[in-house]
Nanobody, 121 residues
Framework: QVQLVESGGGLVQAGGSLRLSCAAS????????VGWFRQAPGKEREYVAS????????VYADSVKGRFTISRDNAKNTAYLQMNSLKPEDTAVYYC??????????????WGQGTQVTVSP
């Protein structure tokens, strides 16, 4: 079992920044890829970004490429999502997950409870 807890969400104006954290406990965190997903009201869960087990390889959705940066610190069992130049359409609940690291939610084994990000115009 891996327990994941997200933090760092909040309310920010458009153009602002937030840094989300995903703290892991339980089984070896470094053995998994980490993904960030988001879900807005009435919409399906959407892939945001993922990072491989070592942090050497990252992938981003086109909608966040150039604005968001995913990273991880295996010594701290924590992953991060730095979000810059935020837009109102980035408003959603953001989830971190660990697993194979693809764009598909079903390839992830463990999920956090989510953290709300709200971007005002």
């Amino acid at each position: 079992q891996v327990q994941l807890v997200e933090s760092g969400g909040g309310l920010v104006q458009a153009g602002g920044s937030l840094r989300l954290s995903c703290a892991a406990s339980g089984r070896t965190f470094s053995g998994y890829a980490v993904g960030w997903f988001r879900q807005a009201p009435g919409k399906e869960r959407e892939y945001v970004a993922s990072v491989n087990w070592s942090g050497s390889s990252t992938v981003y959705a086109d909608s966040v490429k150039g604005r968001f940066t995913i990273s991880r610190d295996n010594a701290k069992n924590t992953a991060y999502l730095q979000m810059n130049s935020l837009k109102p359409e980035d408003t959603a609940v953001y989830y971190c997950a660990v697993g194979l690291g693809t764009r598909t939610p079903s390839s992830y084994d463990y999920w956090g409870q989510g953290t709300q990000v709200t971007v005002s115009p």
